[in-house]
Nanobody
Framework: QVQLVESGGGLVQAGGSLRLSCAAS????????MGWFRQAPGKEREFVAV????????YYTASVKGRFTISRDNAKNTMYLQMNNLKPEDTAVYFCAADRTSEVALSTRSYNYWGQGTQVTVSS
């Protein structure tokens, strides 16, 4: 079992940047495909990005392509989400998640472990 803790959220103006981190403990991160999801008030949790165990496969949702970059450092047991050119519609609670079976997965149902989330607020 792995425990996940997100950090790096905050309040930023439109056009600004934030870097989210997801630190894992309890088991090595390299055992899992890792994803970022977000949930805005009144909306369902949605897929943002996913990275395979070795980092060779990456997918993004269309709305963040070219602005967000997912990465991982298995030696540090940490995953990252660099978010640039942030927009008010990016405002949400961001969650990291670990999938122990899939190579990559875009559905929340595939993920076995979740962090508690970190709030990202983008003002216009």
């Amino acid at each position: 079992q792995v425990q996940l803790v997100e950090s790096g959220g905050g309040l930023v103006q439109a056009g600004g940047s934030l870097r989210l981190s997801c630190a894992a403990s309890g088991r090595t991160l390299s055992s899992y495909a890792m994803g970022w999801f977000r949930q805005a008030p009144g909306k369902e949790r949605e897929f943002v990005a996913v990275i395979s165990r070795t980092g060779d496969i990456i997918y993004y949702t269309a709305s963040v392509k070219g602005r967000f970059t997912i990465s991982r450092d298995n030696a540090k047991n940490t995953m990252y989400l660099q978010m640039n050119n942030l927009k008010p519609e990016d405002t949400a609670v961001y969650f990291c998640a670990a999938d122990r079976t899939s190579e990559v997965a875009l559905s929340t149902r595939s993920y076995n472990y979740w962090g508690q989330g970190t709030q990202v607020t983008v003002s216009s």
